[in-house]
């Protein structure tokens, strides 16, 4: 019997140097039974370094904050592997905007992380690997050297296409890049049609991110590969309760994630600021990465929440009324399914994951400031509708829930012959 292919309930090793929603699917396999190992940089582990720091009382409260976003509750700590520096220095110079060589980090940080699990692949332990994108050719290649079946997490569209939305919106809205946009390295592209070739399955977010695989994807092979595994969104969600809309109050509006022009934070700056604030009120949730002059004039019209931990995002979604998502390029945004169960209406396009519908939003045919703001006047003109689409969003949330994603993996390996 070769190594991971051909047992009935093969387990699962997940890899991924950082985090995303490595942890769900890990936590996943391992309800089911399957997680052979997972592996990252990033684990919280109170007893360990450099998480020991947050005892220090100068820095413990700040230190606590920021560690605890790298928490996966739930998963057995003697399934995890932890190593690799790289990660943690991205993370430091992204914070001091050295964008240059926090690229350089993480690409070096993703051919490297090979050397974590190289022993547990060369095994003869039967398990497949899961991955995720950019960072998996060197586990992948390894993997197939010993027989593994191999699927690879693509949570991002193909590179080419986001090169093309990129190129176009640079040239209407530049003065909202920190530096241009600079064109995906070649060594990156190359990277992503490995990693496609190696995989058996190629698994993304969304319709939109499968189309953008398919119409760009060097190998025409990779197309039957390709399939949609909808992600979920953290339990936590559900145990907050929707703070209720003040009708005598403005509409909360909410953006939440990295504020950058892909993810259209452009038009929700320049939607806002059309309405009074006694309409309107805007929340930005994450770091906003555009030129602070260029931020500046909007700056004293939203209430900023550059960074928090991971916890608080629930109580912080349950108080706003609509979740504004203008992207241009997605994987899929599971920022969209846990504004729905956190009791929030969306506005939203579709690059993304579909998860509006016309009975808990709205769908922009485009990202544009006028349709944005026009659908979100509908918010603030028709409290009553606004209402509706809230009191429907957490039954909506449902198919998002993460039971619902463990039964899609369990699918997904009994149709791959996994078990």
Known sequence: ??????????????????????????????????????????FYQPNRWPFVLERLPF??????????????????????????????????????????????????????????????????????LWGYNQSSLESFALGKRHGRTCILDQTIGDPRAFDREMAALQETYGDWFLEGHNRTDPREIERADAEYALADRVLVGCDYAASTIAAEATDAAVTGKLEVLEYCYDPAFDAVEPVPHDLSGPVRFLFAGLGIPRKGIHHVLEAISRFPEEDATLTLLGSVDVPPETFAPFSERVTHIPTLPRS??????????????????????????????????????????????????IMLERPETDALA??????????????????????????????????????????????
């Open 374 to 419: 026009s659908a979100m006047e509908q918010a603030v003109s028709d409290r009553d509708l606004l209402i509706h689409w809230r009191s429907n969003a957490r039954a909506s949330a449902r198919n998002y829930r993460f039971a619902a994603y463990r039964d899609r993996i369990a699918d997904l390996l009994a149709r791959m012959e996994l078990g």
């Open 1 to 42: 019997m070769s190594n991971g292919v051909t047992s009935s309930c093969v387990p699962v090793g997940v890899f991924h140097p950082g985090t995303q929603h490595s942890w769900q699917t890990a936590r996943a396999l391992q309800d089911l039974g399957r997680l052979e190992f997972y592996a990252t940089s990033l």
């Open 59 to 128: 820095l413990g409260g700040k230190l606590e904050r920021e560690f605890r976003r790298f928490a996966a509750e739930g998963i057995d700590p003697a399934l995890v592997r932890t190593g690799g520096w790289h990660e943690w220095a991205e993370r430091i110079c992204a914070r001091l905007g050295r964008t240059g060589l926090t690229h350089l980090l993480n690409a070096a940080g993703n051919k490297a992380f090979v050397r974590f699990i190289e022993d547990d692949v060369a095994s003869d332990s039967p398990f497949a």
């Open 312 to 361: 608080g995002v629930p109580a912080v979604m349950a108080r706003h009324d609509v979740l504004l998502f203008p992207t241009y390029f997605e994987g899929a945004g599971l920022v969209l399914y846990e504004a729905l169960a956190a009791g929030m209406a969306l506005i939203q396009t579709d690059r993304a994951a579909r998860a509006v519908t016309p009975e808990t939003g």
